[in-house]
């Protein structure tokens, strides 16, 4: 009888998963500009209208808000609970204090490179470029540009390492994907 119970358990719990991942891709795929094939979204994932994602693009949570444009690259990962913001307040030319209206609001670009990998929790604001194939650590800012292949992290995130490009290549070169 359990073995039975945890069977149709799992089962549940399997159909609910693959619900709420249909749910969000279709929600993602409808909202943004662009999507290439195979994208995935697995958990709450909002976009804008503004937003271009490539091909085999994963998404594990990630909120994407302002005015800017935002390009992600394809395939692209990430982690749960990301957040990318592409408008600040205008606080020193707006027409109110502590900052302007909506309207007011200064709207910067931010692109994601192809293979880029976004731990848990990372924050990207406007105006960065995260270059093809780097990591940002979970739980990490990132305030102004990742070159390719660097691994980066902290408050505000800094290079701490770079991937091994040969590796790297080679693998890209065999079309080893995840």
């Not at 009888?1 to 891709?25: D, E, F, P, Q, S």
């Not at 195979?38 to 909002?46: C, E, G, K, P």
């Not at 030319?93 to 929790?121: A, H, M, N, Q």
């Not at 691994?151 to 290079?159: F, K, L, Q, W």
């Amino acid at each position: 009888m359990r073995a039975l119970v945890k069977t149709v358990l799992g089962r549940l719990r399997l159909a609910t998963t693959n619900a709420r991942r249909r749910y969000w891709t279709k929600r993602v795929s409808r909202t943004a500009a662009s999507c290439g094939p195979d994208l995935r979204a697995n958990s709450r994932t909002i976009v804008t209208p503004k937003t271009h994602i490539g091909r085999s693009a994963n998404f594990n949570g990630m909120v994407i808000t302002g005015g800017g444009t935002v390009r992600i690259g394809s395939w692209f990962h990430s982690g749960r609970d990301c957040l990318v913001i592409s408008s600040f307040h205008n606080y020193d030319g707006g027409s109110r204090i502590p900052y302007g209206p909506k309207g007011e609001d200064i709207d910067k670009d931010v692109t994601i490179g192809d293979f880029v990998w976004l731990g848990d929790r990372c924050i990207v604001l406007g105006g960065v470029t995260i270059g093809e194939g780097a990591i940002i650590q979970a739980g990490s800012v990132v305030v102004s540009d990742v070159p390719p292949l660097a691994i980066a992290g902290g408050h505000p995130a800094r290079v701490f390492r770079t991937r091994d490009a040969a590796h790297f290549e080679q693998l890209k070169s065999e079309g080893k994907f995840h």
